[in-house]
């Protein structure tokens, strides 16, 4: 009698260990972690998963930017226009069809040069989409790749750039930082607000092609018209005034500092990679515009466009009492930083951006 109740119960539970391993190997292919989850690998160095925590959308002056981010890493890919479809990956030029695709890390950072982006859906103000990074470089020196990249349902952020016109009748895009409201492009007029001719004002490399997209660069003594009062309109439209050094101080706080704030205020189009940290979150736009420098034997020599851009604030300095200088911010496409500087020379050419009075 034990014997034959015995002899069933083996039986099943042979049936159930078989049908327990069938489920353990069913469930393990169906959340398969490495299939699910996106993949970095830095040389033949795999630094696994990416899981980002924030994720957002939102228009700037050079496309939509979709945005992952996570505790220390952060993709920022720009497209040119939302709508279905696929992108090629590249980091010379937005053209229709192109994506361009930015990775930072907290202590590097890296320009895709090839790989592609799908968008598949743009339905309830939102994006969802795949991409798969075959290279990326300049980090810290090996290749960077990253496949089974995907995001869901980001939130389209709505923003609404103002704009406000020259003398010209040139039309610039506004944006409104913190409680300050800043031009989100360069100037390049050259008649000031009371129709007086500008003048030691230059195109970059004697260009016009260039300004279009870069605006001019002025002397400190044109980009206020030779007026020593801080905050006076100088080159600006009426209404607008060229920042000081103390205003051009605020705007870097509201961003999280001049360490950082760089990234923050850097375009994705117009610099060379690798563009550090940027990813324009605060709407500014800044151009790797370049310089132009006061020499009378090449009167157009121009340079660092893509490297580095310059802007005059209305603050002059009296550091040094033999040369004329005045307060300055440089952005480098090497750095997330920002620097202010009292001692560049006033008969150089920067950029200029008005901020509203």
């Not at 398969?32 to 957002?56: E, H």
């Not at 300049?138 to 609404?160: A, C, E």
């Not at 006076?232 to 000081?244: A, D, E, F, R």
Request: proline share 3%.
């Amino acid at each position: 009698m034990l014997l034959l109740i015995f002899k069933p119960m083996r039986k099943y539970r042979f049936l159930f260990i078989v049908i327990l391993i069938l489920e353990l190997v069913k469930g393990c292919t169906k959340n398969d972690a490495g299939k699910d989850l996106t993949q970095l690998t830095v040389g033949t160095r795999n630094l696994g998963n990416f899981t980002p925590s924030t994720l957002i959308s939102y228009k700037r002056p050079e496309g939509y930017i979709v945005q992952l981010s996570s505790d220390t890493i952060t993709f920022t890919i720009l497209f040119p226009e939302l709508k279905s479809g696929n992108y090629s990956i590249t980091n010379e030029s937005l053209t229709e069809g192109k994506a361009f695709f930015n990775i930072d890390f907290k202590q590097s950072s890296y320009s895709a040069s090839s790989g592609s982006v799908s968008i598949t859906d743009t339905s309830n103000n939102s994006i969802s989409g795949i991409y798969s990074v075959a290279s990326a470089s300049k980090g810290l020196g090996d290749p960077l790749t990253i496949s089974n990249g995907k995001f869901t349902k980001v939130q389209i952020g709505s923003f609404v750039y103002s704009s406000v016109e020259d003398y010209e009748h040139n039309q610039y895009k506004t944006v409104e930082i913190g409680t300050q409201t800043w031009m989100a492009q360069n100037l390049k007029s050259r008649i000031y607000a009371n129709g007086n001719s500008i003048k030691e004002v230059y195109r970059y490399s004697d260009n016009d092609n260039l300004t279009n997209i870069y605006g001019l660069y002025y002397t400190w003594n044109s980009a206020t018209n030779n007026s020593a009062i801080e905050m006076s309109q100088g080159v600006c439209p009426m209404g607008w005034h060229l920042p000081s050094n103390s205003e051009w101080q605020q705007l870097l706080g509201n961003l999280g500092g001049e360490l950082v704030a760089g990234g923050k205020l850097k375009s994705l189009v117009s610099w060379n990679v690798a563009n550090v940290g940027a990813d324009n979150s605060s709407g500014f736009s800044a151009l790797g515009a370049g310089i132009h420098h006061p020499v009378v034997e090449y009167p157009d020599l121009s340079e660092r466009m893509g490297y580095q851009a310059f802007f005059w604030s209305s603050t002059f300095d009296t550091t040094i009492s033999d040369i004329s200088t005045a307060w300055s911010v440089l952005i480098d496409n090497a750095t997330r930083s920002v620097l202010r500087s009292p001692f560049y020379r006033t008969d150089m050419g920067f950029s200029v951006r008005c901020i509203k009075n």
